[in-house]
T-cell receptor, first 114, second 112 residues
Framework: EADIYQTPRYLVIGTGKKITLECSQT?????MYWYQQDPGMELHLIHY???????EKGDLSSESTVSRIRTEHFPLTLESARPSHTSQYLC?????????????FGPGTRLTVT | DAKTTQPPSMDCAEGRAANLPCNHS???????VYWYRQIHSQGPQYIIH???NNETNEMASLIITEDRKSSTLILPHATLRDTAVYYC?????????????FGTGTRLQVTL
């Protein structure tokens, strides 16, 4: 079983608020990822990290930011939430060792901005 | 990354084998074929991967053609819990290239 956690699972918040979506994993994985998925649509990679103090933007442009101060923790922040940010956000991790091929996903955070 | 093509949807009767095809005609020699599935907006779940040889695990079998331009994921005895969107992804998985690009996948509906 994958040990990757996301909180909150559901969040309804007003426009203009600052929010942080939490993601943590207890597997010691070096690589972590954030995906965004609208209902019934494709997953899009928005951020990734290959280790502490390493973060990169993904394939889909996002107004969110991330940080990686600790191996196990990869939070995503929106400074000023807007209705266009309404979506599901999925966090994933993968071991950094060569030959490892599996990404483990968290349960997701469903964000609604009113 | 090599582009993949999958049918948008498929049906399968419970207890029968589900055969999900994927075309990846531009695959490179060092690219793996990965299969993930996503059940009703949960986080995707890894199923299986392969490079050249056919692979089998407790969940499924992966058949890759000799020219590697297509593959088939086989769920040998589909159950209702296998209803999900199945993604075929082709990717080099090493170093900084360890990113997955999910397409639209195949929506598999398992019926009684």
């Amino acid at each position: 079983e994958a040990d990757i956690y996301q909180t909150p699972r559901y969040l309804v918040i007003g426009t203009g608020k600052k929010i942080t979506l939490e993601c943590s994993q207890t597997m010691g994985h070096d690589k972590m990822y954030w995906y965004q998925q609208d209902p019934g649509m494709e997953l899009h990679l928005i951020h990734y990290s290959y280790g502490v103090n390493s973060t990169e933007k993904g394939d889909l442009s996002s107004e969110s930011t991330v940080s990686r101060i600790r191996t196990e923790h990869f939070p995503l922040t929106l400074e000023s939430a807007r209705p266009s940010h309404t979506s599901q956000y999925l966090c994933a991790s993968m071991a950094g060792t060569s030959g490892n091929h599996e990404q483990y996903f968290g349960p997701g955070t469903r964000l609604t901005v009113t | 990354d090599a582009k993949t093509t999958q049918p948008p949807s498929m049906d399968c009767a419970e207890g029968r084998a589900a055969n999900l095809p994927c075309n990846h005609s531009t695959i490179s020699g060092n690219e793996y074929v990965y299969w993930y599935r996503q059940i009703h907006s949960q986080g995707p779940q890894y199923i299986i991967h392969g490079l050249k040889n056919n692979e089998t695990n407790e969940m499924a079998s992966l058949i890759i053609t000799e020219d590697r331009k297509s593959s088939t994921l086989i769920l040998p005895h589909a159950t209702l819990r296998d209803t999900a969107v199945y993604y075929c992804i082709v990717r080099v998985m090493s170093g900084t290239a360890s990113k997955l690009t999910f397409g639209t996948g195949t929506r598999l509906q398992v019926t009684l």
